[in-house]
């Protein structure tokens, strides 16, 4: 038996490189709150949660506020009993950024024990991933420089973010497409669109010859008529990610034929419900992408191992440590230009 003897949470802020411009949503800042979890027998395990107030409506405020509840619950229990213990805080911590730092320590701790790591827990496929990097709304000429650049450095997968002016979305994406061809492209608006916005779109972009790899929610998340809508009317294949947020959330979506992919993001739906929609898409045929919200280096370290442990994600999208002023990576991951390599 090994039993949790303490949890540490603390709140850390940091600064975007520059303004995290998406749809209707502009931050300069994040605060992220850090968990570290110490067993019985001296092992220590940190993790952090990255919450999100647009997408999950919880911020570190909100989590450090059930910081104590989750402790008392977590609280000498036994972490071979992982199973027992992720069913007592999914019923009682009503945090979903939380629940992935605290099962994902609760994992590192156990593996840690038996000598393993937590990708190769949850099977081993991958000992590396190869992530995108993001382009954020600004004007044109900004954008279409950022997206130069980001080739420079070696990405071979650009993600580009949209959805607050559907014509100049079609001029920057011409643009941005004449400075990096030879990339692969995912389109996030971010619920900005109206179903017929977001078909026009696509339509412009495929009659120039622009193809796009994965086109992220392109309108609101309630609107699952208009996201099939888009599917079906779309040359390209559509993900849902401000959509599903719970299993029942993924189920509706799949019954519905709603998407093509479903985005992953350990933080809006905890580290055992991701594994659950996980499998649920696989089993559907519904493709799978990886994302993150505001996660620094120890955060995206959770997702590494989740998507090299699988090893069943299309796209990472696994940026985000790569848009804030971190000192050092903690992820305890190498970064290699587009690739991420667990050490």
Excluded at 123 to 143: L, Y
Excluded at 171 to 178: D, L, R, T, V
Aim: glycine letters at 6%; one cysteine or more; proline letters at 2%.
């Amino acid at each position: 038996m090994i039993k949790i003897k303490d949890i540490k949470f603390s709140v850390k802020k940091y600064e975007y490189k520059k303004p995290f411009h998406i749809t209707n949503s502009v931050r300069t800042e994040a605060f992220n709150v850090e968990v570290e979890l110490i067993t019985s027998n001296g092992i220590i395990s940190k993790a952090e949660a990255s919450p999100s107030f647009r997408v999950c409506g919880e911020n570190s405020d909100t989590v450090m506020s059930v910081a104590d509840k989750a402790r008392g619950v977590l609280a000498g229990k036994d972490i071979k009993r992982y199973g027992n213990v992720f069913n007592d805080l999914k019923s009682s911590v009503d945090s979903p950024s939380l629940k992935a730092a605290l099962e994902f320590s609760i994992l590192e701790a156990l593996c840690k024990e038996s000598g393993i790591k937590v990708w190769n827990f949850l099977g081993g496929v991958k000992k590396e991933i190869e992530t995108d990097k993001t382009v954020v709304i600004s004007n044109i000429k900004d954008m279409v420089l950022e997206a130069a650049n980001i080739k420079k450095e070696g990405f071979k997968i650009l993600k580009i973010k949209v959805g607050e002016n559907v014509d100049k979305d079609i001029e920057i994406m011409a643009e941005i497409y004449k400075k990096t061809k030879g990339m692969k492209y995912i389109v996030d608006a971010n619920t900005g669109y109206t179903p017929k916005q977001a078909v026009y779109f696509a339509k412009k972009l495929y009659s120039r010859g622009i193809d796009i790899s994965v086109y992220e929610q392109p309108v609101d998340r309630n609107d699952i008529k208009g996201l099939r809508y888009v599917r079906f009317k779309s040359p390209y294949p559509v993900a849902a990610d401000e959509s599903v947020k719970t299993i029942d959330d993924a189920v509706n979506l799949i019954k519905k034929e709603a998407c093509d992919f479903i985005n992953i993001k350990i933080m809006k739906m905890g580290f055992s419900n991701a594994l659950s929609i996980i499998q649920l898409a696989r089993a559907n045929d519904i493709k799978l992408m990886i994302g993150c919200m505001s996660e620094s280096s120890l955060g995206i370290k959770q997702s590494v191992h989740l998507a090299c442990g699988l090893g069943c994600f299309d796209f990472c999208d696994l940026d985000s440590h790569l848009l804030l002023n971190e000192k050092r990576n903690r992820g305890e991951f190498i970064q290699n230009k587009n690739i991420i390599k667990i050490c």
